[in-house]
């Protein structure tokens, strides 16, 4: 074991909102570790929670790089997108 933090710690270090850990806890989707009516969550146990949890991208799928090397963006409706895309304003 390494060392134990908060709530409030673990939601600045992962962005989630602490509501969303109180949430996650309460229907143990998360490892966490009850001292007395405190919770608290062991750093090595999140890191192993999150890398579980990455989704590797799509060997098919085309980044955002790639569809903007080969198209301009200028307001158009884009197919990879279906929808209207327009980063910059056009002069």
Not at 38 to 59: G, H, M, T, Y
């Amino acid at each position: 074991m390494e060392y134990l933090i908060d709530i409030a710690e673990l939601a600045r270090r992962t962005t989630i909102k602490q509501a969303t850990l109180r949430k996650y806890v309460a229907q143990h989707k998360i490892p966490f570790v009850k001292i007395g009516r405190l919770v608290r969550f062991d750093l090595s146990e999140i890191d192993v929670w999150i890398k579980e949890r990455k989704v590797p991208a799509s060997k098919g799928d085309k980044t955002a790089r790639e569809i903007s090397e080969n198209r301009l963006f200028n307001g158009q409706e884009t197919p990879e997108f279906g929808h209207s895309t327009r980063f910059f304003p056009t002069a």
